[in-house]
């Protein structure tokens, strides 16, 4: 038997993935896992066999990552699907499926780099064939180099609206419209934490620039009222929203024909792996909404528990690699191989890098903060859940008969107990709890965490399972 | 709209043209691109029936494995379309 791993770091996206070349480069012996074939995470996803010939600045990163991953004493396990996170005496247990079956791993620490999960707000028809969510159009765009379709309507908010409007557009696809919840204002406001990153401003620029030299249609504080479709998408109806982003009742609605319609409002946190675990969290918009709650240096309530990246509250990719860095010395401190001081040495500047690169990402976070308009204005028959089919009319007679937690909720709808495990809907739901009740998200409060983490085969789970070594009591003697 | 449309051609080098059965149909696809991008390539968007466990099924919605819509029977068993890179020969199942 090998020796007792120090950390095992769950997830190789930019966060993930410094975590462990860092703690490799300070002597740990580290297991890296993800469930995609390279590391990169969905920012810097890449498709093996696909290959843009002009790089982008995404996959210039990626490539980064990939090559510091390479020259390290990282052992890189991708291809494993992590379905229960377990936490024993001095150590952490992590079951994971691969090709060929059951694995599981087990070190001292765990690091938890799971990224964050895309924000669905439901509308009428969002549940249509031809619908898909902007971080899905943006794996397909950047990983597939493929178009959503030829006349494709991207809705929502937040930065991914211009980045997917304008890969569209470069791809040679067209976009019918953009539809942004925010007025053109909103993303002037925060333009302090913008300037802390000229790079991603320029981006940002560029693509803007794109769009206007295209023509794109830009509506700016408007929504999607319905996706229409017979039943694959062929248009969506606007409407504009006031002053508050509440949808006007009688306001005048537009229709606009299309092949496709990639929608999204910015990101949540995965809190699935620290939610399993019973570690603290909290409620607050700013960082994306439910995140686990962190110390300066990316330490859980659980000892020997950290998560970076935006996993701890979204900031972004560029603040990523820091925070990943501060946890590996975390956890070199906490196995006790350095120094207090010596750890606070190392720490100190990369703290004050993270914490400089996340006013950028916590300003795209706001601008993706969508006001409750949109929630107060979902049709009673829309679907909220998609795995479980249960509408808001459904949520709404839950509320009406009691329930006030999303826990509640869900036992009596159903409501995020299909096998996406709620990523897609309870958000939404919470929402809707919290705006019926009267009460703030922290009194709605999460699901609880159970395994499996993600749909695995039965036989999987049940494959180290062995009959024999059943303990059977004796039979007591007369 | 034809099936290549969808692939951006200018300046993207892609694996060798292979095919694979979906349904009974036989899809062109290049290897190494995810089934649920091949698929919706192809023009599928969704099947006709009815599923009687999970969401309805889409060929893509978020495509990196959480919403469980594009799960399909490849050569019999149950995965994430857009989890599988396409290989020559698949044998593709939308009905569960």
């Known amino acids: 038997m090998s020796a007792m791993i120090d950390v095992i770091i769950l997830g190789a996206g930019p966060a993930g993935a410094a975590a462990a070349v860092e703690a490799a480069r300070r002597g740990l012996k580290v297991l890296l896992v993800d469930e995609a074939v390279a590391a990169g995470g969905q920012v810097y996803r890449i498709a093996p066999g696909i290959r843009a010939r002009d790089a982008t600045p995404e996959r210039e990163a990626g490539d980064a990552i990939r090559a510091s991953l390479a020259a390290s004493r990282v052992d890189a396990r991708f291809g494993h699907r992590v379905w229960q996170v377990e936490r024993n005496a001095a150590s952490f247990a992590v079951h994971t499926v691969n090709a060929t079956g059951p694995v599981t791993l087990t070190a001292r620490a765990l690091i938890v780099a799971g990224g964050a999960v895309e924000r669905?707000?439901?509308?009428?028809?969002?549940?249509?064939?031809?619908?898909?969510?902007?971080?899905?159009?943006?794996?397909?765009?950047?990983?597939?180099?493929?178009?959503?379709?030829?006349?494709?309507?991207?809705?929502?908010?937040?930065p991914l609206l211009l980045a997917v409007a304008a890969g569209i557009v470069h791809g040679g696809g067209r976009v019918a419209a953009v539809v942004d919840l925010q007025p053109r204002s909103r993303w002037l406001r925060d333009w302090r934490s913008l300037a802390s990153r000229p790079d991603l401003l320029a981006r940002g620029a560029r693509w803007m620039a794109t769009l206007l030299a295209s023509r794109t249609p830009m509506l700016h504080g408007s929504a999607l009222r319905r996706i229409e479709g017979d039943p694959v998408v062929s248009a969506v109806v606007v409407t504009r929203l006031d002053a508050v982003g509440?949808?006007?009742?009688?306001?005048?609605?537009?229709?606009?024909?299309?092949d496709a319609v990639c929608l999204g409002f910015g990101l949540h946190p995965a809190t699935d792996i620290t939610r399993l675990l019973g570690a603290a969290h909290a409620f607050d918009a700013a960082h994306g909404g439910w995140h686990v709650v962190t110390d300066e240096h990316q330490s859980t309530s659980i000892a020997g528990l950290f998560v970076c990246g935006d996993a701890a509250g979204i900031a972004g990719a560029a603040a990523a690699p820091w925070s990943g860095r501060v946890a590996a010395v975390a956890v070199d401190r906490h196995l006790g191989r350095v120094s207090a001081a010596e750890a606070l040495s190392a720490v100190t500047p990369m703290v004050a890098k993270r914490d400089r690169a996340a006013r950028f990402g916590r300003a795209m976070t706001q601008v993706a903060e969508g006001g409750d308009g949109i929630v107060l204005a979902i049709a009673p028959e829309t679907p909220v859940c998609l795995c479980e089919q249960v509408s808001r009319a459904t949520i709404d007679a839950a509320v009406d008969a009691g329930a006030t937690t999303l826990s509640e909720v869900k036992s009596a709808t159903r409501c995020g107990m299909g096998p996406c495990g709620g990523r897609l809907c309870e958000d939404a739901a919470a929402r809707l709890i919290g705006l019926r009740t009267g009460t703030t998200r922290a009194a709605v409060g999460m699901a609880t965490g159970r395994p499996p983490l993600r749909p695995v085969a039965l036989d999987h789970l049940a494959g180290e399972f062995d009959y024999d070594a059943l303990p059977i009591a004796q039979p007591s003697p007369l | 709209?034809?099936?290549?449309?969808?692939?951006?051609?200018?300046?993207?080098?892609?694996?060798?043209?292979v095919s694979f059965r979906c349904d009974g149909r036989e899809v062109e696809a290049h290897e190494g691109e995810s089934l649920a991008a091949a698929l919706w390539a192809s023009g599928l968007r969704a099947d006709a029936g009815e599923r009687t466990e999970g969401p309805p099924f889409r060929v893509l919605f978020c495509a990196m494995g959480v919403c469980q819509q594009c799960?399909?029977?490849?050569?019999?068993?149950?995965?994430?379309?857009?989890?599988?890179?396409?290989?020559?020969?698949?044998?593709?199942?939308?009905?569960?």
């Open chain 1, 120 to 158: 669905h707000i439901p509308i009428d028809g969002w549940d249509r064939p031809g619908v898909m969510g902007l971080a899905g159009a943006t794996v397909l765009l950047k990983a597939q180099c493929m178009l959503p379709g030829r006349d494709v309507v991207v809705a929502g908010a937040g």
């Open chain 2, 1 to 17: 709209m034809t099936s290549a449309d969808l692939r951006i051609a200018e300046g993207v080098e892609r694996g060798p043209r």
């Open chain 2, 71 to 96: 799960v399909v029977l490849v050569d019999g068993v149950r995965v994430e379309a857009c989890r599988v890179p396409v290989r020559a020969g698949l044998d593709v199942r939308t009905q569960s």
């Open chain 1, 246 to 258: 509440a949808v006007v009742a009688d306001g005048v609605e537009r229709t606009i024909a299309c």
